[in-house]
């Protein structure tokens, strides 16, 4: 590993949790740690959510086309499309649902979709704070997140509310992902950041294994179906806008048609190589490898055999446990979400921090988050997180 970076205590502190810790100054991985408790936030608020079925289900907000191809791959038998898009598209109207997922408390492009939405008479939920322009737009659809974070760290909110929403219109089938399911979700999720947090020592704590190969390379996530790029998309977001490192998503199909990348990637290292002499070397870009979660998937199992044959140095990014089950694919694909942005958080700290851009409460409620406070237990954050929230369900 390289030398301190200027800012930040460097990559040393990957192997000590205290000084990570102790850098942490605005409270991200407690942050992150948070993600049963958002869960079951959203859980909670949307358990008697009812919707009847409609024609599509449209995102709508800065980061939707994101979240609705994760929905979208992780609900495949859902009847009706599940669309994302920056701005209400102009034929939405009363048959659909609109689900608007606002980026800051000021959004003032989510506040006109709400607006338009309410207008053209479509089912509408709103994701936002409780106050400002989105809020006074969303009106009685107002689902306001209970769990203080920042956006960066809210993705398990996110997803979850979307996955929600799709479950109680109907679109996951009557053996499908439903609202109830969300709470064993988040006991998985609980699981992983108790592994991933920085109490959990870093020989056996799977984000700062990760953290630590990233360290100052272009971490390539690979996904080998349709979760798995969504996954893949998602982690690189979040190494690169959390973590500060550059990232790139690609499917492992691009890798084994050949090309550059996959040369790039499969390229031994010198481990004789002398910077003074030889001048600064340039790392590979690193292979993360994100498996099906889905374990009857042949073809996608024979792709991830040939990458693995092809790159025997790439990480493998996978969950505690995989099957067709819908919510054990929705419980795993949040754990590889959940590791990826421990990693991130760890990485930034690294390398030095910047506040977060929403401030430490995002679109939660003013004065609800924890800054610059360790995440020592998943039950020490959910505590603190939960009792400063108005637990009043949505209606």
């Known amino acids: 590993m390289s030398g301190p970076s200027p800012g930040g205590p460097g990559p040393d502190a990957l192997t000590d949790p205290e000084a990570l810790t102790a850098a ?13 408790a958002q869960v079951r936030a959203v859980a909670e608020q949307l358990a008697e959510l009812r919707t009847d079925r409609p ?23 859902a009847p009706v499309p ?19 997922l606002a980026a800051d408390p000021d959004d ?5 979709a709400a607006a338009e939405a309410t207008r053209r008479g479509a089912t509408l939920l709103v994701r936002a704070a409780a106050h400002g322009p989105v809020a006074d737009a969303a009106g009685a659809a ?26 109680a ?25 108790l592994a991933c947090g920085p109490a959990a020592e870093p020989f056996v704590n799977p984000a700062l294994t990760l953290a630590g190969a990233a360290w100052e390379r272009t971490t390539v996530f690979l996904g080998a179906d349709g979760v798995g790029r969504a996954m893949a998309e998602r982690a690189a977001r979040s190494m690169t806008l959390l973590g500060g490192m550059p990232s790139a998503a690609a499917h492992v199909e691009r890798v084994l048609a050949g ?21 600064p070397a340039t790392a590979r870009p690193l292979p993360v490898l994100i498996p099906p979660l889905r374990r009857d998937d042949e073809a996608a199992d024979a792709r991830v055999q040939a990458v693995r044959r092809m790159l025997p140095r790439a990480m493998v990014l996978a969950p505690d446990q995989a099957g067709p089950e819908p919510v054990t694919a929705v419980a795993g694909a949040l754990q590889m979400a959940l590791r990826v942005d421990f990693a991130a958080a760890y ?42 929230q108005d637990r009043r369900p949505w209606s």
């Open 82 to 100: 599940l669309l994302g898009c920056p701005e209400l598209p102009a034929w939405a109207g009363a048959l659909d649902l609109v689900l608007v």
């Open 347 to 388: 990485l930034g700290i690294a390398a030095g921090q910047a506040p977060p851009p929403d401030g430490p409460d995002g679109l939660g409620p003013a004065g609800g988050a924890r800054q610059a406070r360790p995440a020592a237990t998943v039950e020490d954050v959910m505590r603190d997180n939960w009792d400063d």
């Open 108 to 112: 003032r492009p989510a506040a006109q």
């Open 169 to 193: 219109a109907g679109l996951a089938g009557p053996a499908g992902f439903r609202v109830a399911d969300l709470a064993a979700v988040a006991d998985a999720l609980d699981a992983e950041a």
């Open 24 to 36: 942490d100054h605005y409270g991200v991985v407690a942050a992150v740690a948070s993600a049963g």
């Open 259 to 279: 090309g550059q990348l996959g040369a790039r990637m499969a390229a031994p290292e010198d481990p004789f190589a002398d910077p003074d002499l030889d001048g």
């Open 142 to 167: 107002l689902v306001p997140p209970r769990v203080a974070v920042p956006e960066l760290a809210a993705g398990p909110g996110r997803t979850s509310f979307v996955l929600a929403a799709a479950a």
């Open 55 to 77: 024609r599509s289900v449209l995102l709508v907000g800065v980061d939707a086309a994101a979240e609705a191809g994760l929905a979208a791959a992780l609900l495949p038998q």
